[in-house]
């Protein structure tokens, strides 16, 4: 029912930036969360960022004052620019959604993208 399809990512040197995007298609009433996870090699699955269906932002402490979140209402679309990247920011990068879809039922349901690769050279 709702897609989320991400791009930006790639291979960047220690202190370069990246910008990641992440567009939701699909059955889509409202977006009551958006944001940004990440997954690095025999790790778990860590919170990056995300924007509550209220505005607020929140951040990981690890990227905070380097990385920032955005959206796009109009496009259904969430935004993370990388600056001053490190090795240590090597992952993959899953965009996340939480998305009511019915004008009725308020049940909304957790969407994830495929990932998309972010490596930092050192």
């Known amino acids: 029912q709702v897609q989320l399809m991400e791009s930006g990512g790639g291979l960047v040197q220690a202190g370069g930036s990246l910008r990641l995007s992440c567009a939701a298609s699909?059955?889509?009433?409202?977006?009551?969360?958006m944001g940004w996870y990440r997954q690095a090699p025999g790790k778990e699955r860590e919170l990056v960022a995300a924007?509550?269906?209220?505005?607020?932002?929140n951040y990981a402490d690890s990227v905070k004052g380097r990385f920032t979140i955005s959206r796009d209402n109009a496009k259904n679309t969430v935004y993370l620019q990388m600056n001053s990247l490190k090795p240590e920011d090597t992952a993959v990068y899953y965009c996340?959604?939480?998305?009511?879809?019915?004008?009725?039922?308020?049940?909304?349901?957790?969407?994830w993208g495929q990932g998309t690769q972010v490596t930092v050279s050192s």
């Open positions: 924007v509550t269906g209220g505005g607020s932002i």
């Open positions: 699909g059955r889509i009433f409202s977006i009551n969360v």
């Open positions: 996340n959604a939480l998305v009511r879809s019915s004008s009725m039922w308020n049940y909304p349901n957790n969407y």
